[in-house]
């Protein structure tokens, strides 16, 4: 199996907040093929899911955040954003 660098988006969120696509392009560019993120600035999850598959960039994982009156996950993007893993 080959590795496939991932990257926290998290960690380029003040970038990410300027130029989300020239960020992404980047980061892709650097040849990371997997991201991890907590935020769309502002994209639908289909927008953001069709940006990273056309840099050829999957989304295995999301932040979700938790609802402290019941425990309960609140998954604020859908499904459609996740890609499978690329090895």
Known sequence: RR?????ELYSARTLLAKD???TLEA?????YREVE??????RTPAEAQRRFA????????WHCF???ENGAALVHHPPAIF???RL
Do not use: V
């Open 27 to 31: 980061l892709a560019k650097l040849g």
């Open 20 to 22: 989300f696509d020239g």
């Open 54 to 61: 056309s840099l050829g960039l999957a989304a295995p994982a």
């Open 3 to 7: 590795f496939a660098p991932g990257f």
């Open 37 to 42: 993120g907590s935020d769309l600035f502002g």
């Open 66 to 68: 938790l609802d402290p």
């Open 83 to 85: 890609q499978p893993c």
